[in-house]
């Protein structure tokens, strides 16, 4: 399939998340996907979080996008939230279960703090993040007005 979207959605009607590719093969012997320049959007609650790689995976039960080549996870600011980017090579995006890790190099851009690391798990629901190892933060102490 060229160009497609597909969309999941929850026991009450909302939309889980939507994928979008160049392309997508399906391969029912094992049940997964191959996806050509994949672009997630996972909704939650409160936030929504956009994903691109230049391909990926998509197992079923339970539902996992493997991501690999370039991952970029931004996710838009709010009121209390600053814009958050986190760049690495490979990611796993668990979403029934809600959860994100590599074990690869990552790094996290906020505006005013960024941190790098080796390796990361996230619950997204709860705003848990558990950097691995070789962990470097910095942060840009505001302005005085």
Do not use: C
């Amino acid at each position: 399939m060229a160009d497609f979207t597909s969309r999941k959605f929850g026991s009450e009607g909302q939309i889980e998340f939507v994928v979008q590719g160049a392309t997508l093969a399906h391969y029912p012997d094992d049940d997964r996907s191959e996806i050509e320049r994949p672009r997630i959007e996972l909704r939650r609650q409160d936030t929504t979080w956009f994903i691109e790689s230049q391909s990926g995976r998509f197992d079923t039960d339970p539902d996992l996008f493997t991501l690999e080549g370039d991952v970029i996870v931004k996710r838009r600011g709010s009121s209390n939230r600053e814009p958050v980017i986190i760049k690495t090579s490979g990611l796993e995006v668990a979403t029934s279960s809600n959860e994100v890790k590599t074990d690869k190099p990552i790094e996290i851009l906020a505006e005013s703090w960024t941190l790098k690391a080796i390796g990361m798990k996230s619950a997204i629901d709860d705003g848990k993040l558990t950097l691995l190892s070789e962990v470097i933060g910095r942060y840009k102490i505001p302005d005085a007005r």
